[in-house]
């Protein structure tokens, strides 16, 4: 037996962990409030990989949820207090060489507030939907206002 390799991540409502198996087998995952068991067999060697961690916060076993690809498990644990950043995954403040902070989808989010982020949507949907065509280009050709501030040059499309 050997640990899966995880990523993790903090949402407002939930916190998830990816653990990295390819090809996984016989999934068993066990949800309970404040720690949390994961096993499986995984790739062409069935390599047998189990994980248990005690988790920072408390969550609700009956909302939280697993997703088994070819590629990983995720496993979204739906937390007791939402709007409660864990600053880490596990309760003990000792690291665990198999699990990581999953950058890519990491977010702070403490800042913002659902309100904000709801009005914004409308707004965006709201200037999406508007017609382009008889709004009239205040500012003219972009041409014209060139600017000694070299910060303001176009930059290159990304590819």
Not at 145 to 156: F, L
């Amino acid at each position: 037996m050997q640990p899966a390799a995880a990523k993790w991540y903090d949402r407002r409502d939930s916190v998830f962990v990816d653990f990295c198996v390819e090809d996984s087998k016989d999934v068993k995952i066990h949800f309970d409030k404040s720690k949390f068991e994961f096993s499986c067999v995984s790739g062409t060697n069935n390599i047998k990989q189990q994980n248990s961690v005690d988790l920072f916060g408390e969550i609700d076993p009956k909302e939280s949820k697993y997703r088994r690809t070819d590629r990983s498990v995720l496993c979204c644990l739906r937390k007791v207090e939402a709007g409660k950043s864990w600053p880490r995954l596990t309760k003990e403040k000792s690291k665990c060489n198999w699990l990581s902070v999953d950058f890519n989808n990491w977010k702070d989010w403490e800042d913002d507030s659902d309100e904000d982020l709801s009005s914004f949507d409308k707004f965006s949907e709201m200037m999406n939907t508007m017609g382009g065509d008889d709004i009239p280009d205040l500012d003219g050709p972009e041409e014209e206002h060139e600017s000694a501030d070299s910060d303001d040059e176009k930059m290159p499309d990304l590819e």
